[in-house]
């Protein structure tokens, strides 16, 4: 028997705010990358070039390593609301939700045969683990999230660098394969870019997520917002305010401790993969301090009127983050690869964001537009289809429905 599809219920804004900027971060971040594919352009100006370095450096400094934590941790939150709401309704959790998983493995791997960057695969298997872990308990939970997020097996790495004489760490795989696509990206047709990406460009980001300590990262983050959702943070706003004043502050003191280190390998001696490990290690403690520091703030800027009259403008691009973040890519690659303008010889960093700008502001538009008669984005809508078994689900709203009803759980997470 089918199980019904749920009602929709009032969403938490502030949720959905803090996705859409952390959507507008990984937007503006992949159209400096070009999508994954990261050349500069073949004769830029002369008088450019301060701005395209400045633009470069600054969108990775605020963005590169921090939007995305901020969108694993809202899946651990949305992993909480979905398992509350189903237990209500005496649905089968663990397998209802491996299923979900499942689902959102199809949609990314189809999405990664067009953009090898694609992240909802690895969310997708790194979700499989809280299926089981949410049995466990408040305490073991947090020391699962701190071992996580501290990148043991990098750690462990790092440690061989530096006090085992004669080690020398091996060069990432995904180097080389990244080498690979390059040269397909730039020169080669819709074809050659799809049929390369059933394996090679997937292998891609697997590798990466592996090599670099992501998945122990994005996994612990996971667990994290799980913990939150079980503390009912974001439904308490005083409490909220003296989380994200900590996570301010705290925040703030990782970032002091961190980034001299990171700043100073070269003059400790480490050169070649020795300053690659450690400095992919040091990056990562110190995007959580940073991500830690952008969350408070944006947490405490939302508490402020005028602020929150702007920051909610990011609600409905994150209540629909599926959608946009895929149709991203199908805007951006064809832009950017050669098949396609090949923008990539043209547009530097500089013109890139601008570009990325418009992208954001047509899509923030258009959710905006569309959530006014819909309750779900169009993705958003099909994912739940797939997972209930059912095409039941309402998209069109109710005459006498309120302005912005919704499923709790928010939508690229959901």
């Keep these: 028997m089918k199980t019904p599809p749920l009602e929709p219920r009032p969403r938490i804004e502030l949720v959905d705010a803090l996705r859409g900027a952390a959507l507008l971060g990984?937007?503006?971040?992949?159209?400096?990358?070009?999508?994954?594919?990261?050349?500069?352009?073949?004769?830029?100006?002369?008088?450019?070039?301060?701005?395209?370095?400045?633009?470069?450096?600054?969108?990775f400094f605020l963005f590169s390593g921090k939007a995305y934590a901020v969108f694993a941790m809202l899946?651990?939150?949305?992993?909480f609301l979905i398992l509350n709401r189903w237990s209500e309704r005496g649905i089968n959790f663990p397998g209802r939700f491996l299923w979900r998983l499942g689902v959102l493995a199809i949609f990314g791997y189809l999405h990664g045969i067009l953009y090898c960057g694609d992240i909802l695969l690895v969310?997708?298997?790194?979700?499989?683990?809280?299926?089981?872990?949410?049995?466990?308990?408040?305490?073991?939970?947090?020391?699962?999230?701190?071992?996580?997020?501290?990148?043991?097996?990098?750690?462990?790495?790092?440690?061989?660098?530096?006090?085992?004489?004669?080690?020398?760490?091996?060069?990432?795989?995904?180097?080389?394969?990244?080498g690979q696509l390059f040269n397909v990206f730039a020169s080669g047709s819709f074809r050659d870019?799809?049929?390369?990406?059933?394996?090679?460009?997937q292998s891609s980001r697997i590798w990466w997520t592996i090599e670099t300590g992501r998945y122990t990262q994005m996994l612990g983050l996971f667990v994290a917002g799980l913990l939150l959702g079980r503390a009912r943070v974001f439904e308490d706003t005083a409490r909220c305010v003296r989380l994200a004043r900590r996570a301010l502050l705290w925040g703030a003191i990782g970032f002091a401790v961190f980034y001299p280190i990171k700043l100073?390998?070269?003059?400790?001696?480490?050169?070649?993969?020795?300053?690659?490990?450690?400095?992919?290690?040091?990056?990562?403690?110190?995007?959580?301090?940073?991500?830690?520091?952008?969350?408070?703030?944006?947490?405490?800027?939302?508490?402020?009127?005028?602020?929150?009259?702007?920051?909610?403008?990011?609600?409905?691009?994150?209540?629909?983050?599926?959608?946009?973040?895929?149709?991203?890519?199908?805007?951006?690659?064809?832009?950017?690869?050669?098949?396609?303008l090949a923008l990539y010889r043209h547009l530097g960093p500089f013109y890139s964001v601008l570009l990325g700008a418009a992208i954001f502001a047509s899509q923030c538009v258009f959710a905006h537009l569309w959530l006014k008669r819909f309750i779900y984005g169009p993705l958003e809508w099909l994912w739940r289809a797939f997972t209930f078994g059912s095409i039941a689900t309402?998209?069109?709203?109710?005459?006498?429905?309120?302005?912005?009803?919704?499923e709790t759980a928010p939508a690229l997470v959901s």
């Design 264 to 340: 100073h390998l070269g003059a400790w001696g480490l050169r070649g993969m020795d300053r690659y490990v450690t400095d992919n290690l040091i990056s990562s403690y110190c995007n959580l301090a940073q991500m830690a520091v952008s969350a408070g703030g944006f947490v405490l800027l939302y508490q402020w009127a005028k602020a929150r009259a702007a920051l909610r403008l990011l609600a409905p691009y994150g209540r629909m983050s599926l959608t946009c973040y895929v149709t991203q890519a199908l805007v951006g690659v064809p832009l950017f690869y050669g098949y396609g």
């Design 193 to 201: 870019v799809t049929i390369t990406n059933l394996w090679t460009g």
């Design 123 to 178: 969310i997708a298997v790194l979700g499989v683990p809280l299926v089981f872990l949410h049995r466990l308990g408040n305490r073991a939970l947090a020391w699962i999230a701190v071992a996580l997020v501290l990148q043991v097996p990098s750690l462990w790495e790092t440690g061989r660098v530096l006090f085992e004489p004669g080690y020398q760490p091996p060069q990432p795989r995904h180097w080389a394969i990244y």
């Design 75 to 79: 899946f651990g939150l949305s992993f």
């Design 394 to 406: 309402p998209m069109r709203k109710a005459r006498s429905a309120p302005s912005t009803p919704a």
């Design 26 to 59: 990984i937007l503006l971040l992949h159209s400096v990358e070009h999508w994954d594919f990261l050349r500069p352009p073949v004769t830029p100006p002369a008088w450019l070039r301060p701005f395209d370095t400045a633009v470069h450096d600054g969108v």
